[in-house]
């Protein structure tokens, strides 16, 4: 014995299909999240840094306390991709063990930004996590936009990135970095 089948609908398919696509139609979303945050800028760090002391001179490679002087660009593009900010930058980090390899933790230093059009912003990065292999280090990075900023004020920060030094195992040792770093400014 079969069940007999229901009677095909089409206004019922219809109303279906049109709700479903309301919110495409529209433009709003369908399921909004109130707490996703929104990306005001996504900019590019070009840095090259000095070191007080060179790191691992001789090839012997102890963890030690250093200071890294850096200096560099930054470019913002908006989240269409649109050019929104450019200028230079300057920070000295302070780390508590410095080696070519190995991870390094600590640095809580503040990159001063001045933009091209004479205004200022200072990013704080509040966490930075480093692990480097002969002087290749990956960068994880956390922390936000000070209040005072003349741009992206209040905004939190998440970054990526690279740095690249030379003279691990050598004689003279790791004296300068170049790095690379993404930053995602959002609110």
Known sequence: MTTPRRPWRPA????FALS???PLLT????????????TDATCVLNAHGAFAT???????????????????TV??????????ATGAFERTVTMPATECTGDEHGDTSTTNVHWTDQTASAFR????????VNGTASLVITGG????????ADDTINAVGTSTGTGCGTPAGETAVDST??????H
């Open 54 to 72: 060179a790191v691992a001179p001789g090839g012997v490679d102890l963890p030690a306390p250093n200071t890294l002087a850096m200096t560099g």
């Open 12 to 15: 019922t398919t219809l109303l």
């Open 75 to 84: 470019s913002c593009v908006d989240a269409a991709g649109a050019p929104l």
């Open 20 to 22: 479903a696509a309301v």
């Open 27 to 38: 433009g709003y979303p369908a399921h909004a999240d109130p707490a996703e945050p929104t």
């Open 181 to 186: 770093i993404v930053l995602r400014l959002a």
């Open 145 to 152: 936009v000070t209040a005072d900023s003349a741009r992206f």
């Open 125 to 132: 990065f509040d966490k930075i996590d480093v692990v480097k």
